[in-house]
């Protein structure tokens, strides 16, 4: 299982810097933006970020703005503000642009990293079990038993099915290409058509769903993703 992606966002070095180094302590890949439009950049569909920790005060724009076009522009990351603002109406600005949390400086890491799981866990990003099944929506698997259920009911898969199913969960909510696919299901010297990606989606979209709601979804021009339907609950 990979580790969740976060993208910080903030134009003090100190402060990226010290939030980069404990959350990579804490399990976490780290990427760093000191501005607005560093973000716009890096946050974008099929960056494969799971959550955006975004400073409101930005030097080239403020991060309701950032938010804003990121809604705008069809990107659903989580976003977690911080911010040294903490009256009611900013809060309410900012979740009514689709923020997901606020943290006010000055925070706890303890606390900041509590409500990072916390946005994680609300907003589907995959992960293990205390018994080390991984899991999403209603979609459980097991590595070590090689098996998979839906809505608890066991589902039949060949070797290579489980394979292509274990790494979109694994990347739950991220857009893969075929080639993506290809490099990390196949053998390495496979060199076959990639067109058997689409073969293999089709066989597992029989047998994972058959259930609702749907959760293997093709991007078109860009490749595939395992994630809840828009508007469906996370």
Known sequence: MRSPRILVVDDEPYITDLLAAALRHEGFEVEVADSGAGALAKATVGSGHDIVLLDVMLPDMEGTEVCRRLRADGVGIPVLFLTARDATEDKVQGFSLGA???????????????????????????????????????????????????????????????????????????????????????????????????????????KVDCFDPPLLHTVRGVGYSLRLPAGEPE
């Open 100 to 206: 997901d949390d606020y943290v006010t400086k000055p925070f706890s890491l303890d606390e900041l990293v509590a409500r990072i799981h916390a946005v994680l866990r609300r907003t589907g990003t995959p992960a293990l079990s205390d018994n080390g099944r991984l899991s999403y929506a209603d979609l459980v698997m097991d590595e070590e038993t090689h098996e998979a259920w839906r809505q608890g009911l066991l589902i039949d898969l060949t070797a290579t099915e489980f394979n292509l199913l274990h790494y979109l969960l694994s990347n739950a909510r991220r857009v893969l290409s075929k080639s993506d696919i290809v490099d990390h299901v196949w053998p390495y010297d496979f060199d076959g058509d990639p067109s058997i990606v689409e073969t293999y989606i089709s066989y597992l979209r029989k």
